[in-house]
């Protein structure tokens, strides 16, 4: 597992804590804060996924 899929499922769990904290406060700033939070770590996640795919390729390319 890529350090960038870790560091992504991070962001989307804190990103949920915020939304949901900031939707039962009734804080609208924390709760969109905390959304843009869980975006950012699904992209981190993503791109981890990409570089650990591309090692995967890479090795067994270079395995021939």
Do not use: Y
Not at 12 to 25: L, P
Not at 32 to 49: F, P
Request: charged residues 35%.
């Amino acid at each position: 597992m890529d350090k960038d899929q870790v560091k992504g499922k991070a962001k989307v769990a804190a990103g949920s804590v915020r939304q949901k904290t900031g939707a039962m406060t009734g804080n609208q700033d924390m709760e969109s804060k905390g959304a843009a939070e869980k975006m950012e770590g699904k992209a981190q996640g993503a791109l981890g996924k990409a570089n650990d795919t591309a090692h995967d390729v890479k090795d067994k390319v270079t395995k021939r």
